[in-house]
Structure formats: structure tokens, C-alpha cells
């Protein structure tokens, strides 16, 4: 047998460049936990040869995928490339050759996760991809084995590191969304289009990828409904705090017997005693409800070099020991239901409806009556101000489907006395059932 086990890198960026100081820094340790020492012997990078100035004399670089993909003596293929293209390929590539596969890739797992599964179980090799969703948080790990024994119903949780941090700066700081975006950018934490993160795409194909674990059914981005941070005012997140709750931008997928599975994105509110309430700054956390475990949170840093090194690591340390004990593909697709999506008109939750209406008699009635007609029922109504003439009114609903809510807003965007809609903002507190 071999000394090594010998892992080819795609990709020595940011979380490249993480991954090959953990396993050197910790080779030691790692090798007496698997048996056998772990060594990247190849690296691919576009630059090859100015990955040699960063990264010293110990790997041999290539500019050609080939020399790693193609090596009867590359037993792991790690993947840290991001974008979907040509990294699907690679990974394909190196599957078909009945190589292991680790990966953080979470554009490709989301859309092409079947497919490469497949792939791995025809050539008896293994896919992993912990660091895909919620960078050094072990979930899909736990997911698919400490909590494998578990009917799961519900999976919500922060998902961008991003948002989260932007979130909570409004809140602590008493920012705008416009500054504090700027600031995100200013310090790294969003990109100079934050597009994917504000928009909640980042989330999307995250909370996907666990929709799909957790409920045995293949998610993709096309079955989650998404909608960003873009219209979050200052001015909800002080209500909110009023109101007792916080504003967190959640992944939320949630699995009804009798009406089947909903995926979304976007921006809740949560009471302030939940456990996610208290996840602030560029931390990410995943809370998941099952049937014998109750309710469970795993919580970390959801992005970085070293974090999700940290979980690359570990896919390639179990990938490790399961090419050792002649045990991979432990583990294949858990996908092997299919469950059927919601419908708008049973997805349902409490709301919270901020718009600026003629402060006039008779203006109250008229936006109760609109969600009169279509069976909103409303807890609550609050009016404490007036901007530039027009009273602000706030309104928290009791739980709503999702039809029943756009076709209370579709009247209220035309109805004479609402001069806009400013916010809607999902709620979930099961004391508005």
C-alpha cells in the first residue's frame, strides 16, 4: 500500500490557500486520526507558476486540471475553483475516474448534486461537500448521519454571513441599509455587486441544498421563493424591536405531511427569545426541528478562509478513512423521495405590513376591510407617527397563506387612501398562529 493518501487541489485562492496550511499545520494530528498520513501532491491554478512564491517548493503545480484529474495516483480530488463551469466538468471528470470528490462548491452542488451523486455511486467513490452551506458548521455531516434517524419538519436558519452582519449593524448601530452596505463593502464582507448575498441567491442555494438532505427530495433554486434585504428600512428594524422581535434574513424550509414541502428566503422576524435572534455579526447558524431530537442549533462562522477550510478538511479526512477501510460510498444521495412543493395557498405565517396612508377619517376601515376580504385576520395595529403629512401604520397579522397575503396587497396598492406599501416582512413566532 501507499504511505499517503494523495489529494489533488482544484483551486488554491482564498479557501485553497486554507485548506493546504490546515492539513500541513496539522499533519500530525491528522495522520494518526486516519491512519495514514494525508498529502496534496498537485495543485491546479491558472497561474501556476506564481502559486510556487506564495506556496513554497512542497507541491508540484500545473495550469493543466489533466495532470490532476488523470493521475492514477490521486486518490482525492479537491474542488475550490467556484462557479459552476468548468468545475461541474472537473468534477465529473474526476468521479468518472473513480476518484473521491470534496468540495465547498455550492453552485454546483445545488443544481448539479443528482447528477454527480450518481456519478460517484456508479464508480464506488465518494461526494462530499460539508463546506458548500455554512462554511465551518458541520451540518450536512450531522444531517446525514447524527441525525439520519429523525423525520425532520423544519430547517431554518442564517445562511449569509453577509447580511447577517449587515442586519445586525442596523439594529446595534442604528445604520441605514445604504451606509451599512457600503461599510460591508468597505471591510471585505460584500462584494462590490451584492447581488447574490442581499438578494438572498447566496441563501437560496444553501438552504436548497439542505431542503434536499432534510427531506429526502431533491430542492432546487428554481423551487425556492426568494426575496432579499434590499427594502429593509432602519425604520423596521426599530419596530420590530418595539414589537419584541429581530430581523434576520432566513433560509426556511419546512416539511408539511399533508401539503407538502416550502422552501423560501427572506427577511423574518423572529421573537427576540429564539435562539436565532441572538446570531449576530458575520455568524451563521442552522436550526433544525425533528421528530426524536426536538430541537437542535449548530452555530459558527459561515464563511472564510479557515472556516470552511476546516470542513474541507474533514471531507477529506473522512474521504480518507473510507478509501483506507475500502468503505466509500457510505453515504450516497438521500434524495429518494419525491415530495411535491405547497402551494401558495397553504403556505402559511404571521405578516408584518408597514404602509403610509391619508391620515383621514375612515382610513383604517377601508385597509381593514381590504384584508377583511380576503380572510387576513390582523392581531395587532399600530400607529405612532406621521411622515410628511401621511400616518404610518403598521399591521401584524395572524397566520396567512401566502395567496390570501398578495391578494390583500395587490387592493391595498390601489386602494385611494394607501399612498405605498413600504414593507412586508414574514414572521415567524408561534404565538400568531
Known sequence: MKDFVNVGLLGAGTVGGGVLHVLERNSADIAKKVGKNIKITKVFGRASENLQEVYGDGYFYTANADDILNDPEIDIVVELMGREHPAKEFMAQALANGKSVVTANKDVVAKYGKELFALAQEHGCDF??????????????????????????????????????????????????????????DKGYAESDPTADVGGFDAARKVAILASIAFNTRVSMDDVRIEGIE?????????????????????????????????????????ESHPLANVNDAYNAIFVTGDAIGEAMFMGLGAG??????????????????????????????????????????????????????????????IAAAFGAQNVSLRSVVQNRTVDGLAEIVVITHSVSEYSLQMALQILKVLPVVKEVCSIIRVEDNGLS
Not at 451540518?139 to 419538519?153: E, G, R, W
Not at 449569509?160 to 448601530?173: D, I, V
Open 231 to 271: 427594502k429593509i428600512d432602519l425604520v423596521d428594524i426599530n419596530y420590530a424591536k418595539e414589537l419584541g422581535y429581530a430581523v434576520k434574513l432566513l433560509g426556511i424550509a419546512k416539511n408539511d405531511p399533508e401539503y407538502g414541502i416550502s422552501v423560501c428566503v427572506h427577511p423574518t422576524m423572529i421573537p
Open 305 to 366: 478562509r479557515y472556516p470552511t477550510a476546516s470542513a474541507v478538511c474533514a471531507d477529506i479526512i473522512e474521504a480518507a478513512r473510507n478509501i483506507l477501510h475500502n468503505n466509500r460510498g457510505r453515504i450516497t444521495c438521500t434524495c429518494y423521495e419525491e415530495k411535491h412543493l405547497c402551494s401558495s395557498e397553504n403556505m402559511c405565517a404571521p405578516c408584518y405590513i408597514r404602509m403610509q396612508v391619508n391620515d383621514q377619517p375612515g382610513a383604517l376601515a377601508a
Open 128 to 185: 462530499m461537500f460539508e463546506g458548500s452551506v455554512a462554511g465551518g458548521i458541520p451540518i450536512i455531516q450531522a444531517m446525514n448521519s447524527s441525525l439520519a434517524a429523525n423525520k425532520i419538519s423544519s430547517v431554518m436558519g442564517i445562511m449569509n454571513g453577509t447580511t447577517n452582519y449587515m442586519l445586525s449593524k442596523m439594529s446595534k448601530e442604528h445604520m441605514g441599509y445604504a451606509e451599512v452596505l457600503k461599510e460591508a463593502q
